[in-house]
């Protein structure tokens, strides 16, 4: 007989009765359901199915039970009793190996299908509250001068995304042993191909940049063979890491590679060669996009049209982790970093941030028109 009752049971296997035989009042009767037996008794254990996942991948019980952090003879127990619960055989036992059968390479399709839809729906929920932890990694100039300024637009746009900024000066990045996202590198970039894609970002210009004081008066004329009778500017670690960046590569393109010697003043880091040459301390090779700020606000100024294009192998390159490469890291913050890839490569495009020309001054904007000309 089946008693018609609506009831949460906190204690199973209880009737909701008095002692006395009489139902609860706080119990409502309402229908009856019938049982309704769960479709999933016959799947064989989910602990199982990651471990054979594992096994598969592997092709190895050694280094499923390393990555699992369980013992050898526990993945062969499991796969023993998967087999049995299957009623097959999964793997084919070599004399140095293992390889699937038929049914092994059926089921793990199906069973990886399995695994990343469970997989996609808890990070959904893990992910629903979470704020979104981006890191960005790019050389130290490149991020001061031109990432740090377009962050605050990109924080308004996008308040859920907490930013995380990385220098990656004198080293090769890692993107996955490093856990980043995002990385601004030289092109061709040195990460392997098979955990990372890339896309071209922008080409550096070279060119000589003082403070207008330098040029107050007409001291400084637009002759690149003046440069021979002021301090000249130098970053040693730009000029180690790229000839093109150099003074001497400069002088020599424009046939002043025999002028006498000019006074030095050498920095180890451009943002320090930079602030050297907003004070007047002499002449230094800026680099645009990184000095076009600086350019803007009125602070440096261009006293040549002259100038040296880095070569194209030479232009820098954003690169991002390949999800497919690495399935549980990479499908946490895909999204976002394709929203910050996005974002990244139109910020220099956007005509409302970057019409940096109309607000030069007039006394920043000497070669400029030389330069549109000669522009490839």
């Not at 089921?107 to 704020?131: C, K, Y």
């Not at 940096?356 to 490839?376: F, L, N, V, Y």
Request: proline share 6%; net charge positive; charged share 25%.
């Amino acid at each position: 007989m089946c008693v018609p009752i609506n009831y949460r049971q906190e204690c199973y296997g209880r009737w909701p009765y008095r002692a006395n035989g009489h139902p609860s009042l706080r119990h409502e009767l309402t229908s009856c359901e019938d049982h309704v037996p769960s479709p999933y008794r016959s799947l064989p254990p989910l602990g199982t199915t990651r471990t054979f996942e594992a096994v598969a991948r592997n092709l190895s019980f050694t280094r499923a039970a390393d990555e699992l952090a369980l013992t050898q003879s526990a993945v062969s127990h499991q796969i023993r009793a998967l087999e049995d619960h299957l009623g097959t055989r999964l793997f084919r036992r070599l004399h140095r190996g293992i390889e699937l059968t038929v049914d092994g390479r059926t089921f793990l399709e199906g069973t990886r299908a399995g695994l990343d839809s469970i997989l996609l729906a808890s990070e959904r929920l893990r992910n629903q509250h979470r704020v979104g932890v981006l890191t960005v990694a790019a050389p130290a100039a490149f991020a001061i001068w031109w990432l740090v300024p377009r962050l605050g637009r990109f924080a308004a746009l996008h308040p859920e995304i907490e930013v995380r900024i990385a220098t990656i000066d004198g080293r090769e990045p890692d993107l996955w042993r490093d856990g980043i996202d995002l990385a601004v590198v030289k092109r061709p970039a040195r990460i392997a191909v098979n955990q990372s894609t890339e896309m071209p970002l922008l080409r550096e210009v070279v060119f000589p940049v003082c403070s207008p004081s330098l040029i107050s008066g007409g001291s400084l004329t637009r002759s690149p063979s003046e440069l021979t009778r002021y301090p000249l500017i130098e970053c040693e670690a730009v000029e180690a890491e790229d000839v093109e960046f150099s003074w001497s590569t400069w002088l020599d393109r424009f046939g002043l590679d025999g002028a006498p010697a000019t006074r030095r003043l050498r920095f180890s880091h451009f943002g320090v060669a930079l602030s050297a040459a907003v004070d007047g301390l002499g002449v230094a090779l800026g680099r645009s996009p990184m000095v076009d700020a600086e350019l803007a606000a009125g602070r440096l100024v261009r006293p040549f049209a002259k100038r040296v294009v880095a070569k194209a192998s030479e232009i820098l390159a954003l690169a991002w982790r390949d999800s497919g490469a690495h399935r549980t890291s990479g499908s946490r913050r895909s999204g976002t970093s394709h929203l910050t890839r996005r974002a990244v490569v139109n910020s220099p495009l956007d005509p409302a941030e970057c019409q940096h020309r109309r607000r030069i001054p007039a006394h920043a904007r000497i070669g400029w028109q030389a330069e549109q000309r000669d522009a490839p």
